[in-house]
């Protein structure tokens, strides 16, 4: 796209060789960094060291006292956990707040969605789905969890006919990383019978968002507003610090 000025970029962090001009690290605030240890003998991709090239460290959990109190964890462990100091951190409870049929994009409040208070399968394809279905409950519904690997291709899911008959025995709820494929893949399908149509419109993506401390919406307010307001092409910022990040780094580190 030509009109494009800005990318923002999932999952790439450890990606030296992509340029970057700000970096926000998402860190869970149950799990934090686990044992420490990189892959395959322990949860992360990077030392915990490489969050001092970082702009921010943004703790997400289910609830503001979650995050408040893995903010204070992290500021008060932070050189036994190898956090430096300096590095920003600041928590955001991330939650259930409005929900939609798949092929809808009229938004309810999530405790007004028809599923909300009733029993419903919980269709995920995520790392750890556990989170989706503690918000699910905390909406008052009788969860039957579905959890497959993350990325799942669902092409199977839906020619057997599983899908259709999960949906025809009650709701099934899914994430929003999840509808994504779901939508593309039934409409490439073809999965338009009047039967199956009306089964899907059981099928509903459940979406969240991130409630920040009144305190702290400043701080990300700036480092977004800096990022937004930048030209990276002709800052040459984002080359700078990519090379910086980059320098004196060896494949261990990755």
């Excluded at 409005?98 to 994009?105: N, P, Q, T, W, Y």
């Amino acid at each position: 796209n030509s009109d494009c000025t800005h990318v923002v970029s999932d999952d790439g962090l450890q990606h030296y060789a992509m340029a970057r001009e700000l970096e926000i690290v998402l860190v869970d605030a149950q799990r934090r960094f686990g044992n420490g240890r990189r892959l395959p003998v322990g949860p992360l991709r990077e030392p915990a060291a490489r969050l001092s090239s970082a702009d921010l460290v943004l703790l997400t959990a289910r609830t503001r006292e979650e995050a408040d109190a893995a903010k204070r964890h992290m500021l008060t462990a932070g050189q036994s956990e190898n956090v430096p100091a300096p590095v920003p951190i600041i928590g955001g409870a991330l939650m259930p707040s409005s929900a939609h049929s798949l092929f809808s994009e009229h938004l309810v409040s999530a405790t007004a969605a028809p599923f909300a208070n009733n029993s419903c399968i919980a269709l995920t394809g995520i790392g750890s789905p556990e989170r989706f279905h503690k918000d699910l409950q905390a909406l008052g519904c009788l969860v039957e969890a579905k959890s497959f690997a993350d990325h799942q291709d669902y092409s199977q899911l839906v020619s057997s006919g599983a899908l259709v008959r999960w949906l025809n025995n009650g709701w099934v709820v899914t994430t929003g990383k999840d509808a994504v494929k779901l939508r593309a893949l039934l409409r490439r399908l073809g999965r338009e019978s009047p039967g199956e149509r009306e089964a899907y419109k059981r099928l509903w993506v459940l979406q969240r968002r991130v409630a920040f401390a009144d305190a702290e919406q400043p701080l990300l307010t700036e480092l977004l507003s800096v990022f937004v307001g930048a030209s990276v092409i002709a800052s040459g910022e984002a080359t700078k610090k990519h090379n910086d990040i980059a320098r004196g780094r060896s494949t261990s580190d990755f």
